[in-house]
Nanobody, 124 residues
Framework: QVQLVESGGGLVQAGGSLRLSCSTSGIAFSRFTMGWFRQAPGKEREFVAGINWNGGSTHYADSVKGRFTISRDNAKNTVYLQMNSLKPEDTAVYYC?????????????????WGQGTQVTVSS
């Protein structure tokens, strides 16, 4: 049974930082591309960042480039999202996802497994 469990969300002021974690089980983690998505109220779930199996390749949405960093620790079966210089428009539920092979840029329809999500709220 595949499980993805996010943590690290919360309330932060604009300009602040948060680090999200996604702990996984039930998959051969080191073989998979991983990603982060987010969904704000009334909006579609959107891609935020992706990372390949060994961390050597990453991709970011333009809206977060230069502020967010995705990383992974294969020994811990965990993927991270470091979020700096947060803005109110970053407010959303953030989801961890297992991505398709061969690419670090993928849409929500290519995702087979999702976490339950963690709320990030950025106040102005």
């Amino acid at each position: 049974q595949v499980q993805l469990v996010e943590s690290g969300g919360g309330l932060v002021q604009a300009g602040g930082s948060l680090r999200l974690s996604c702990s996984t089980s039930g998959i051969a983690f080191s073989r998979f591309t991983m990603g982060w998505f987010r969904q704000a109220p009334g909006k579609e779930r959107e891609f935020v960042a992706g990372i390949n199996w060994n961390g050597g390749s990453t991709h970011y949405a333009d809206s977060v480039k230069g502020r967010f960093t995705i990383s992974r620790d294969n020994a811990k079966n965990t993927v991270y999202l470091q979020m700096n210089s947060l803005k109110p428009e970053d407010t959303a539920v953030y989801y961890c996802a297992v991505g398709p092979p061969g690419t670090v840029k993928f849409g929500r329809r290519a995702v087979d497994y999702w976490g339950q999500g963690t709320q990030v709220t950025v106040s102005s």
